[in-house]
C-alpha cells in the first residue's frame, strides 16, 4: 500500500519547520508528501497566505504537490469549521477523491492540534498517524484543550526546536507524547535559503540597527490598539536609551498603518533614524541579513530565535503588566509570557543580552504555571508545583501566579482556608455531581 504524508501549516515559520525536519531525517520516506496550507487571518481574502509570501518557493520543491484548506472548505473559515462526527466518513471519501489520494496509508504532521483547523483535519482522518510539530514558546506549556483520545492517542512525537535549550515541552505529555528536537543547523540552514530567496529584504538597511519586533497584540485582545501602541513607542525609546540611532521597526502584517506613523513622530523627537520593513517576512531572515546590534519585543518566539540560534542581544518590554492583567488565567499566552518573563532582560531597566539559560528553577516554575493553568489535564504535576511554590515563591515569582487560583487548587501561596470551609465545598461538589449523573442517567 502506498504512502501519502500530509503537511499541514498555516505560517511560513511552520513551514520553514517542517522543512528543516525533513532535511534532518525526521521523516520516513514515503510515495508522496504534499503540502496543506491554510490562511487563518480574520480576513483571508485580503491577507497573503504563506505560499504567497516571498521566499516559499524555495521550500515548495520538499514536496510532490500543494492543497489548500481554504479552497477545500470555502465558504468557511478555517478557524470556525469543523466536522460533524457522523460526516467524517463522508468528508474522508470526499478528501480522498479531491485530492487524488486513493486507498493510501496516511500520515499527518500537524500544528496545534489543540484548535482548528488542525483539530479538524485530524478527524477527518481516523485512521492516519499523527506528528504535531511546535509553532513556538507554548510548546513549553501544557494542552490548553482537551483533546479526545481518539486523537490524542495517535499522536507519536512533538516534533519542536531547541528555542530554550535544556527545557522540555509539556505538551501534550498527557498522552505520554515525547518531544523530539528538530537540529537547529537544520532550522539556520533553511532560513538560509529564503534569505537568498530576498537578497533585498533589508535594502537601504545598513548593518547593526535595533530592531523592534510588533506582534499585534490588540487582535488576540491581549492589549488595546492604544496599549500596544504606547507598547511600540516604549520600544523604541528603551532602544534610543541604550544609545542605538539606527533603528528598525518591524510591524505585524496585520496591524494599522497608523502606529507607524506615531513611531516616525517619536523618533523624530529622538533625533534617531527609523525604517518601517512592512514587508511579510520571516523575522529570521531579518536576522540573517541585517545582523542586529539589538532585539526587542514583549513576548515574541522570534526574540528566541535571535538570542539563541544567532547570538543577537535581545531584550522584552512589557511583560510584567501582561502577567498580571492575561485572562483567564489558562491563556495560552501565559507560558511564552512566562518564559520570556523570567530568561530576557529588561529594556525598561537598560539591559540588553542573549537569554539566560534554562536551568531546574525555570522547569520548576513551569511545571507550577502549568499545573495551575491545567490541573484537571495534568494532575500529575502536583507534586513538582507545590515542591516550587513551597520554596521559591517569592516577591519575584509571586508574579508567575494568582492567589485565588493557587487558593482554589490548595497550593502554597494561597489564602488559608478553614478545613470546615474545605469540608462544606466538597459536599457541594458531591452534591452537584450526584445531580448530574442523575440527570444523565435520567436521559438514558
Known amino acids: 500500500m502506498a504512502t501519502t504524508q500530509i503537511f499541514f501549516t498555516s505560517s511560513l515559520f511552520g513551514a520553514a519547520t517542517l522543512a528543516a525536519a525533513i532535511d534532518s531525517g525526521a521523516f520516513a520516506d514515503a510515495d508522496r508528501r504534499l503540502l496543506l496550507v491554510s490562511n487563518n487571518a480574520a480576513n483571508p481574502e485580503t491577507t497573503p497566505a504563506l505560499d504567497e509570501m516571498a521566499g516559499f518557493e524555495r521550500l515548495r520543491d520538499r514536496f510532490d504537490g500543494l492543497l489548500s484548506w481554504n479552497e477545500t472548505i470555502s465558504p468557511f473559515h478555517p478557524g470556525g469549521w469543523a466536522p460533524r462526527g457522523d460526516d467524517v466518513p463522508l468528508w474522508e471519501r470526499y478528501l480522498r477523491r479531491l485530492w487524488d489520494l486513493g486507498d493510501d496509508r496516511i500520515e499527518l504532521a500537524v500544528e496545534s492540534i ?52 535544556g527545557l522540555k515541552p509539556l505538551l501534550l505529555a498527557e498522552f505520554g507524547v515525547q518531544p523530539q528536537l528538530v537540529p537547529t543547523e537544520a532550522f ?30 490588540a487582535a488576540l485582545d491581549i492589549l488595546s490598539p492604544a496599549e500596544e501602541e504606547e507598547l511600540h513607542v516604549r520600544m523604541l525609546a528603551g532602544a534610543a536609551a541604550l544609545g542605538h540611532r539606527r533603528i528598525v521597526f518591524k510591524p505585524h502584517p496585520t496591524a494599522p498603518a497608523a502606529w507607524t506613523r506615531t513611531l516616525e513622530r517619536r523618533a523624530e523627537s529622538l533625533g534617531v533614524e527609523l525604517t518601517v520593513l512592512a514587508r511579510p517576512l520571516l523575522a529570521e531572515v531579518l536576522f540573517k541579513q541585517m545582523r542586529p546590534a539589538l532585539v526587542v519585543g514583549c513576548f515574541s518566539t522570534a526574540l528566541f530565535t535571535a538570542g539563541t540560534f544567532y547570538g543577537v542581544p535581545v531584550a522584552r518590554i512589557g511583560t510584567v503588566p501582561l502577567l498580571d492583567r492575561l485572562t483567564p488565567y489558562q491563556n495560552s499566552n501565559r507560558v511564552p509570557l512566562t518564559i520570556a518573563d523570567a530568561l530576557l532582560p529588561d529594556l525598561a531597566a537598560g539591559e540588553a543580552s542573549t537569554p539566560a539559560h534554562a536551568g531546574e528553577e525555570l522547569a520548576g516554575l513551569l511545571s507550577a504555571v502549568g499545573f495551575a493553568m491545567q490541573s484537571q489535564l495534568r494532575p500529575d504535576l502536583r507534586p513538582a508545583a507545590e515542591r516550587f511554590l513551597r520554596t ?53
Open 114 to 165: 489543540q484548535v482548528n483547523p488542525a483539530l479538524a483535519i485530524a478527524q477527518l482522518f481516523p485512521d492516519a498517524a499523527l506528528d504535531v510539530y511546535a509553532d513556538g514558546l507554548m510548546s513549553y506549556g501544557p494542552t490548553r484543550n482537551k483533546i479526545d483520545p481518539l486523537v490524542g492517542e495517535r499522536v507519536r512525537r512533538l516534533l519542536h526546536l531547541d528555542l530554550v535549550p
Open 188 to 217: 539556520v540552514k533553511v532560513v538560509g535559503e529564503l534569505s537568498d530567496a530576498v537578497p533585498d529584504a533589508c535594502a537601504g538597511v545598513q548593518e547593526g540597527p535595533a530592531l523592534l519586533l510588533g506582534q499585534y497584540l
Open 392 to 444: 521559591s515563591l517569592d516577591e519575584r515569582t509571586a508574579r508567575y501566579f494568582k492567589r485565588r487560583r493557587l487558593t482554589v487548587l490548595g497550593l502554597p501561596g494561597g489564602v488559608p482556608v478553614p478545613r470546615g470551609q474545605v469540608a462544606r465545598r466538597v459536599v457541594r461538589r458531591g452534591r452537584r455531581l450526584k445531580r448530574v449523573l442523575k440527570r444523565v442517567a435520567a436521559l438514558r
